[in-house]
């Protein structure tokens, strides 16, 4: 048996393509939850950062302005680690669930961790791009038909940067299903870090009782082609809607 | 995050400070042969995307295409150990700035493309119909006006590629972030988890920081001296 088809053929092995599906299903699911949490804390971070002027809420500019400035200006990697050593695992979280152990559950949470915060402040200035490009007369229109700042922001302002950001927010997902594979460093449960986990005992599956070459282009190949068809799909409606802008806004 | 303030961690921290300084180093070399690369790799590519030929341009596509779906941290490890384990290893430092220096290219290769597509076709016409050639076109007339737009998303590339640095971490580098993080789990030296991760996020966050600040007021500027030439005749016209 050639090495290229021992390597092929641990893709054969049901219990593997199970085991890397499963580790598809983890990048999805905790990038979107990444990015609508992000979504979430982002507009916070960036309305405080826009719009807490005055002299008595000047103090939450300030902190959302430190907040994004940090964390867009330090690697992820590193807040995974700090996340790993400090954050703290709510009980409710520290369980055995989805099929892992409560170890494994209780590192997932604390990356997830670190990439949740990371991707907000990305977030927060795709956010605050947005509020900037909303005209200043739609705040005078607002206020002038006795909305509260509030309900101008609620009714008004933020609806219209929502829609001007959906693109950037999509291409966002993108880079959090990308940037999902760093948690691979930290041995957590999605493709990358299965994939890794695979290749090192490779030797068992492929039938030569080596890993070789042919393994790591199989492996990850298939890694690749999974990210490239989930990321090229959404880079590709992204740049639809940009071409087609009145269709969607 | 007790740790933050105990002096003993501190100590420890700065009897080992060769360790930051080393990593500090590495982080910058990787980043800077990086760097060069990608600009090579990106002017290239941005003027093929731009070029009238059509196998250039689909050249040009999908190499950007398949960088840029495709996580860093996976093509790192495929270039790695594909050269290892067919007997070709290269060493740690030269697969991450290949690599870092292709991922980043695409990058690159876009915001240049963006910069050259922003410039109206007549100017490419004019210069032309003056008998430049495509070299002459590009260097004296399209690349100095499109260099304001291609600056800014620029130098934020160059942040990115600072930071991502840290996924040489994944291959057993010896990057900062990979140096903290054995100094952290060390047997001799590990426990001072506060000081040196937060030793570490200042560092990065002294370059960083610089040139994110610059790239964001060299885009606002811009944007502004956009809207003014976009209202001018709007104000002449219609009042309020």
Redesign the interface.
Known sequence: MSTLEGSLSILKNPAIIMYLLKGIAFTIVLSVVAVILGILIGSLLALARNYCTSAKTRIFKWLATSYIEIFRNTPLLLWIFICLVFFPVPKALSGPMFGLSSVEVKLLVKASAALILFTSSVIAEIVRGGLNSVAQGQFEAGYSQGFSTIQVMIYIVLPQAYRKIIPTLLSQVITTIKDSSYLANVAVIELMSRVKTLLSSANNYNGTGTVNVSDVFVLFGFAALIYFIINFTLSSSVRYMQKHPRRFF | ?SGLFSLDAWEKVWVFKETFVIGFLNTITLAFFALILSLILGILFGLMATSEKKGLMILGRIYV??I????????L??LY??LA??GNSIGIIPTGIITLGFYHGAYMAEVVRAGIESIPTGQFEAAQSQGFDYIGKMYYIILPQSIKIILPPMVNQI?NLI?????L??IGGSDL?SL??SF?TGASTGGA??PA?FL??IL??II??PL?SIASVWENSLKMRDQKTIDLPAEGTVNG
């Open positions: 995050m295409e398949i840029q779906n495709t996580p860093l941290i996976l093509q490890s495929f150990y594909a384990f067919s942040v930071k991502n640095t840290s996924c971490y994944i972030i903290t993080y952290v988890y506060a991760y570490t996020g990065f966050f960083c920081y994110s």
